[in-house]
Nanobody, 125 residues
Framework: QVQLVESGGGLAQPGGSLRLSCAAS????????MSWARQAPGKGLEWVSG????????FYLDSVKGRFTISRDNAKNTLYLQMNSLKPEDTALYYC??????????????????WGQGIQVTVSS
């Protein structure tokens, strides 16, 4: 069965860095786009970043552009999110998400089929 397991979260100081990883199994990882979503307490879900199946195309939420970098290693079936210059407003539960197609879906209302369990990122001094 499909499994998405996030790691690398935790506590960081403002201006600090964290690197999230998502180990994928149970499907042909290299055939599907992947994305990261987040949800802060009391707020709605935000799509933070996405990447096409071959890494050729990426998407970033405006508020993380220039600070976050999404990447993938198809040989290791792993998705990454490098987060630099972290801000308190980046505090949230971060989810690794499998897309339905090879190309990342950026339109409103796109469907996704599998989610990780989520990992907490807290940015605080």
């Amino acid at each position: 069965q499909v499994q998405l397991v996030e790691s690398g979260g935790g506590l960081a100081q403002p201006g600090g860095s964290l690197r999230l990883s998502c180990a994928a199994s149970g499907f042909t990882f290299s055939s599907y786009a992947m994305s990261w979503a987040r949800q802060a307490p009391g707020k709605g879900l935000e799509w933070v970043s996405g990447i096409d199946s071959d890494g050729s195309g990426t998407f970033y939420l405006d508020s993380v552009k220039g600070r976050f970098t999404i990447s993938r290693d198809n040989a290791k079936n792993t998705l990454y999110l490098q987060m630099n210059s972290l801000k308190p407003e980046d505090t949230a539960l971060y989810y690794c998400v499998k897309e339905l197609r090879a190309h990342y879906c950026s339109a409103p209302g796109c469907l996704r089929d599998y989610w990780g369990q989520g990992i907490q990122v807290t940015v605080s001094s």
